[in-house]
């Protein structure tokens, strides 16, 4: 039993902020960050929450696989960035979307969160439980983001991207992800949630504005695990299917620095013409930006039937993993 993806969304907010925007905010210039990371502008929400951009890709998804908001068993939300905890930000799509059926969970895996959400979904549908799911990765970063700190609010954007999963009866593709928590360091966000009454800072106390309750990174140290472990995940899943590297038409890559992605298809001996790009436009979506970018590639008729692609991820916790697509 394998999966179907039968329909895609994406959800981009209208309000563009460029690099000359951020070099208004810090000692950086347009150069310099298009030069090092390949963004030239980002979106950010301006009134939209990471559940109404959930729900619009959502949303996008159901009318392109022309699936009834009934019909879904499973609703699947990646995000590190929502605006509600109770309930998840997958209830809340479900309220939206009047989808009465589905079972909803949302998961936290930062860049790697869409692939382990479609993981997790395919898992569900292989096994019977499940036959219809709602994939969705939505991220508000610039809630999340230190925009006095050049290295890291240069990178990210918001945005949200889904896809429509079947039961199918063609052959499985086996993932392949790995975590590696020692070396969570590298990318942290503290959560305001561990004060409790007994360590809750008062009024005016400058715990409140500490720089841990936005994302802090080791750029150097992500970006050399990114390029080192991406090229072997992508080999390790080739292999565990019995697939060959020429046999993949597409690899959808987190979209995280354009130097990374170029790094990738180096390592892998592969044209960068298969590798897509959006960062210029969106930055860095987090679990958004595979979504984002499939959406992107359905709609304009880049993926032709038969086509093998692989999507991989990598971000925060350590986490990375590489899943196999077959386009039907
Ligand atoms: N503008 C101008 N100069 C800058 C900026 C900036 N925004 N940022 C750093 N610099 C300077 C530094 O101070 C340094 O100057 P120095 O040589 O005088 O000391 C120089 O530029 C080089 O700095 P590096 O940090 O070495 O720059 P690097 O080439 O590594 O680029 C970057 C930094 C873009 C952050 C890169 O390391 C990167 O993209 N890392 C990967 C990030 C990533 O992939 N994250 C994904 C996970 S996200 C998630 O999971 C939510």
Redesign the pocket.
Known sequence: MAVNICGTGSYIPSHVMDNDGIAGLV??SDQ??RE??GVKRRHIVDGETTVSMACEAGLQALRQADVAAEEIDLILVSTISSNVILPCAACEVQKRLRAVNATCFDLSA??TGFVLAYNTAAAYLAGGIYKTALVIGSESLSNLTNWKD??TC??FGDGAGAAVLKADARRMYFPVTHSDGGKGGA?TLKSRHDWNVLNAPVQGDERYNGDEFF?Q?D??A??QF?VKKVPEVIRETLERNGVSQEEISWFLLHQ??KR?VESVAKRLGEPIEKFPMNIQEYG?T?SASIPILLDEMNRRGALKKGQKLVMAGF??GLTWGAALYEWI
């Open positions: 000692d950086t310099w960050i090092r990371t930062a860049c050049r290295g240069i990178l990318l994302m990174m750029g150097k992500v970006f990114a995280a620095n990374i860095n987090s971000g925060a």
